[in-house]
Structures are given as C-alpha cells and as structure tokens.
C-alpha cells in the first residue's frame, strides 16, 4: 500500500469526518450487536413460561417489551449507518474532489513534452477511471473496514463470552469462507478487468468511426466497419459470460458455508443446551451473531480487491503527479510590454532526437515590425513559435525579450502577451462567443463584434440562426475549414496581444480575406507585433523580414524583394507558386 500513503494527507485535512464516521460505526454496531441478546432472552422467557403454565398472556408483555425494543434497536442501528455514510462516503467524495482538481491542475502545468510521451486517452483514463477506483478505497473499502473491525471485535467478544466450546464450532467455517472468496474475487477481478479492457476496445472504434464518419462514408467503410465492431462485441460477449459463470459460484459458495456454520450452531447448540451448558435462546442468538458476521467474512475478498485495484491506480496517478514540468517558472518580473524580441545563435533538440532541429538561429523582431518566417514541411518554422511562447526551452543560446533572458520573466505574464493561432484552427465545442471570448470570463460585446470584423467572419456569423450563440460542436464540426480558421483568428484579436503569431493559418481561407485580415494587421502596426509563418509567399510579400528555414538552418532572410533579387530557394519556391496559380487560373 505504498502508493496509497499519498493519500494520507486528505485523512488529515479532512480528519474531523473520518473520526465522526468511526463513531457512528461503533455506534451502529452497538446497536446491532443486542437485538440477538433480546431475541435469546425473549425466547428463554417463552419457554419457560409455556413449561410452568403454558399460558401466553403472562408473557405478553415481556414479548412485547423485547419486540419493541428489537425495534427501536433496529431503528437506532439504521440511524447511526446513515449517518456513518454521510461522513465516510462524503469524506470519499470530497477527496475525491480534491485528488481531480490537483491532477487537473498538474496537467496544466506540465510541459509539452509531457504530452508529447503520453496519448490523450491515458490522460482522461488516469483522472475519470483510475480516481473513481481510488474513492472506492477511500470510501467503501475504509467504511467496511472499520464496520467489519468493529463487528468483529464486540461479536466474538460476546460469543466468546457466553460459550467458548460452541463459538470455536460455528466459527470454524468461516476462515473457509474468507480464503475461498478471496480466490473467487481474485478470479472476477481479473476477469473483470478483461471485460473492461474489451469495452474500452468497443468504445473506442465507436469514437473513431463517429468522430471520422466523413471518411467512413467517404470510403463506403459502413460494412466493414460494423463486421470489426461485431467482431469486438462477440469477444466481449465471450469474456462477459466468462465472468458471469466464475459469480455463479460467489454467492452459492457463500450461502453453503453460512448454511454450515448454522448447522453447526443447531447441532452443537443442541448438545450444549441438553449438558446445561447453555439455553435454548442461546442457540437463536448465536444464529443471529452467525448471520451477522457471514457478510463481513463474505466481504473481505471484496475489500482486498478494491485496495489493491486502488493502489494499482493511485500508483498510475502518482507516476504523473511527481513529473515535473521541464518548463520552471521562476522568473519573478512580469513582461509589462515587448518592445524587442532576439534570438541569439539558438540550438534547440527534441527530446530523445539525435539531431537538432533549429541550429544557430539568430534575428531581432521590433515593436511594429512583422516577421515572415518560410519554409518546407518539418524546417523548423513552428519550433520558433514554440520557443517564443516558452512552451519549450532552448538547449543552447539565448532568447531575450526587451534585451532580458525569456525565463526571467513570469511565465503567465509572458504568454498573455501573445495572441496565437495554430495550424489547425482547434475550436472548443461551445457557443461561438465562447470560443471567441476564451481567455475571458466574461464576454465584452464591442471587442468581440470587433475582432470578428478584423477576422473578416462577422458577416458570416450574422446569417446564422443563433448568430454568436450558434452551438460549433466539437472541434468546430459545424462550420467550414475558413469559417473555423477565422473564429480562430477572431479569438486572438479579441486578447489585444502584444504579438499575433499566425502559425500557417491563413491557407484555408481565401485570398481575399487573407488581404483583409493582413490589411488588419497593417493597421496595428504601432502597437503590436506580428510573426507570420505560411507555406504561401504570397501571405508573406508585406513582411519586414522573412526567414527563409532549411532543415532548421536560416538559409536566406530579407524582405521580400531582397530575397526575390537573390535568386535563391525563396525564389524558385515563389516561382514555383506563382506558375502553379497561373495554371490554375
């Protein structure tokens, strides 16, 4: 259980209800251990009534008396269990609160290198399924633990306290029980954990193929599609009874080993009672206590299954929630504006590549100025933007930011300078004011009926039935790839950045709007920045410096008409491109 001690920090925090529900447990159990003494002394009292005068009515009272007081028991036992749950189980639901947040939180915090080792699914797996195993600990497992404790204790106190020689008897089958179901529960759960896998099999072609269904249908995969989910339902179908036949054993197994336990109690009860030893209602009460202590047994293979679930999922949380971000946010100065950018002579290598993938990269980029950067697939283009938002840090070199070292300023304060839009347009699903206004808690109507006029997308939004309110879906699947791409860049006018970044997001709109949004563009010069990364030339022509990339090396940088006089691979690229346009018209 070493993982599990993590988790000893919310037992502290939230103490005060862990003490509670411990007394409300003993509390409960007091209250259920003496119906049985009522029930034996009720019973001896008719026995011995009907022997002497074998008349009822002289012990109707004293039946009613106990029967009332079985009652009130009962009803004092039901009392203190529901309130045992709205400690324990509360305390479990409120830790479990804690332990999302503090994951959810680490996750932000991480860098992208992180994400980069880890896929999506593993995430949400390790904060939905694996914390819902861990509360399971937290709750059921410590509650029926200290019931199952405290039963155990005051019942075999008691039995042991009337009749040694019958309490030896009538537990004998019970360490029988426990190990018997810790084997049959050991068996389910790892049968279980099958089914589980299996099912996230069936969800997740379930995902993919609605998420991809434009392709599906593209490629009329409909048939073969649902002969592959077909397939995987008949596995868990197979695996599904596996599971179902071992849990046919559970309960006979347990209903047998009770059923022998009370037999003995009948039996030696019987022989014990006819010596002297003991009355006849002690063989009903001993019944009683058989009964009660027939779960606890039954249960403690289910106990140990859930803490050793719990502890194979605190130990998969744990594996993240001691990663440390290899982005440090130590610098104490907060970035009032940027007035210069430098990168000076940087190396930077992904981890675990061998190569680099910028090598000597050195420019300077102005208040007002607007910075190209060109170049083929994989040269190194959004590695720069990367390295600029401080999403990774530089192996080698300097980047400074108004002439001071990029860590030496406040990591949030830094980012919230910047307004960037990346290749893919990603959209939330939501409203489209929402995704607008994302960095906003609340939605300024002027800023955002203007940033959608600079992203040249407010006409559009205003044929639309719900205008801003019209739902996008996920990942903007509603709208058009240039209707995605503009809502996008709506949202980055709307934060009235220092610095735009536009990461190759101008090629899935039109030309026309491309000039509009770059006219925009123009039009801040004097108070903002912008880096313009593009595969088209044609979005880079009004650009006061273009770096032209070449497997993460600068091979040419200049204005447009410089590079243009150099006759080098920025030409024959734009040559390339205008010849390309030409046979298109």
């Not at 509360?90 to 830790?95: A, P």
């Not at 106190?157 to 529960?185: C, D, H, Q, T, W």
């Not at 036949?245 to 197994?253: G, H, N, Q, S, W």
């Not at 910028?358 to 933007?385: A, M, V």
């Amino acid at each position: 259980m070493k993982a599990l001690k993590y988790l000893n920090k919310f037992f502290f925090k939230y103490r005060f209800l862990l003490i509670t529900g411990l007394i409300f447990v003993t509390m409960s159990n007091f209250f259920a251990l003496y119906p049985a003494e009522f029930v034996k002394v009720a019973l001896d009292k008719v026995l011995a009534s009907l022997k002497q005068t074998n008349n009822f009515n002289d012990i109707k009272s004293d039946i009613i008396k106990y029967s009332t007081l079985i009652l009130l028991f009962s009803l004092g036992k039901g009392v203190f269990m529901f309130l045992m749950r709205q400690t324990i189980i509360v305390m479990s639901r409120k830790i479990e609160f804690d332990l999302k947040n503090e994951i959810y939180r680490k996750y932000q915090s991480l860098s992208m290198s992180f994400y980069s080792k880890n896929n999506t699914g593993d995430l949400m797996n390790r904060i939905s399924e694996d914390v819902s195993r861990v509360r399971m600990y937290l709750g059921p497992a410590i509650m029926y633990f200290i019931n199952i404790s405290v039963l155990f204790s005051l019942v075999i106190f008691k039995m042991f306290s009337i009749s040694k020689v019958l309490s030896l008897y009538v537990l004998a089958p019970l360490p029988i029980l426990a190990i018997s179901v810790f084997f049959v529960s050991s068996k389910i759960n790892f049968k279980s954990d099958k089914v589980q896998k299996q099912l996230s099999r069936i969800t997740s072609i379930a995902q993919e193929n609605y998420s991809g269904i434009y392709i599906l249908k593209s490629f009329a995969y409909e048939k073969l599609s649902l002969k592959k989910f077909r397939n995987n339902c008949d596995k868990y179908i197979k695996k599904q009874l596996d599971l179902i036949k071992i849990e046919a054993l559970f309960y006979p197994l347990i209903v047998t080993l009770i059923g022998t336990s009370t037999l003995l109690t009948i039996y030696i009860g019987g022989i014990e009672a006819s010596k002297g030893n003991i009355t006849t209602g002690t063989i009903a009460e001993f019944i009683i206590y058989v009964n009660m202590l027939s779960w606890p047994v039954a249960s403690v293979g289910w106990l140990t299954s859930l803490i050793q679930r719990a502890e194979a999922s605190q130990k998969r949380i744990n594996e993240f929630l001691s990663d440390d971000s290899t982005i440090k946010n130590f610098g104490k100065q907060k970035i009032v504006s940027v007035n210069e950018i430098e990168f000076k002579n940087v190396f930077f290598r992904y981890e675990k590549s061998k190569n680099y993938a910028l090598e000597d990269i050195s420019f300077k980029l102005k208040k007002g100025e607007t910075l190209g950067i060109f170049g083929k697939t994989g040269s190194g283009k959004s590695t720069i933007l990367a390295l600029i938002t401080r999403n990774y840090d530089l192996s080698k070199g300097d980047i400074l930011f108004n002439k001071k070292p990029i860590h030496e300023y406040e990591l949030e304060s830094l980012r919230r300078k910047f307004g960037y839009v990346p290749q893919d347009g990603y959209l939330f699903s939501g409203s489209i004011e929402e995704n607008i206004s994302y960095s906003s808690s609340k939605i300024d109507r002027k800023k955002l009926n203007l940033s959608t006029e600079n992203a040249a997308i407010d006409e559009e939004i205003k044929k639309f039935p719900n205008k801003y309110k019209t739902k996008i879906g996920e990942r903007g699947v509603q709208l058009s790839g240039g209707q995605k791409q503009r809502i996008s860049i709506a949202r980055a006018f709307y934060t009235k950045p220092d610095i735009f970044i536009f990461d190759d997001c101008l090629s899935a709109v039109d030309s026309i709007t491309e000039r509009k949004i770059v006219k925009t563009l123009n039009k801040l010069k004097s108070m903002t920045t912008s880096i313009i990364v593009s595969h088209r030339i044609m979005s880079l022509v009004k650009c006061d410096n273009i770096l032209v990339l070449d497997e993460g090396k600068i091979i040419e940088s200049g204005k447009h008409t410089d590079l243009i006089k150099k006759n080098g691979f920025y030409f024959k690229m734009f040559t390339n491109q205008l010849h390309n346009k030409t046979n298109v018209s």
